[in-house]
């Protein structure tokens, strides 16, 4: 069965960084759309960024010049990389694999930014 499973977040105080990983299995990872979204109680799980099957990249308007996204089709990893985080930027981050017939979430993982 297909898994999306991510990890990486924690505590960070503001300004600091983080890398989220999600590793899929079950799929065929390099035909895949990969993506990070984001939710906080109360809101609507929000893109973050995503990444296409040949690696073209599309930001959040808020996360633009702080993240980075990137894949590794060899590891079957898709990456987040977090710069100058911000409170705001604190809430559960989830892993979605899609193609044009089906899509996959991971679980989540929580970014807590607080000093």
């Known amino acids: 069965q297909v898994q999306l499973v991510e990890s990486g977040g924690g505590l960070v105080q503001p300004g600091g960084s983080l890398r989220l990983s999600c590793v899929a299995s079950g799929i065929t990872f390099s035909l895949y759309r990969m993506g990070w979204y984001r939710q906080t109680p109360g809101k609507q799980r929000e893109l973050v960024a995503d990444i296409t099957s040949g690696g073209s990249t599309n930001y959040a308007d808020s996360v633009k010049g702080r993240f980075t996204i990137s894949r590794d089709n060899a590891k079957n990893t898709v990456y987040l990389q977090m710069n100058s985080l911000q409170p705001e930027d604190t809430a559960v981050y989830y892993c979605?694999?899609?193609?044009?017939?089906?899509?996959?979430w991971g679980k989540g993982t929580l970014v807590t930014v607080s000093s």
């Open positions: 979605k694999s899609e193609n044009y017939v089906r899509y996959f």
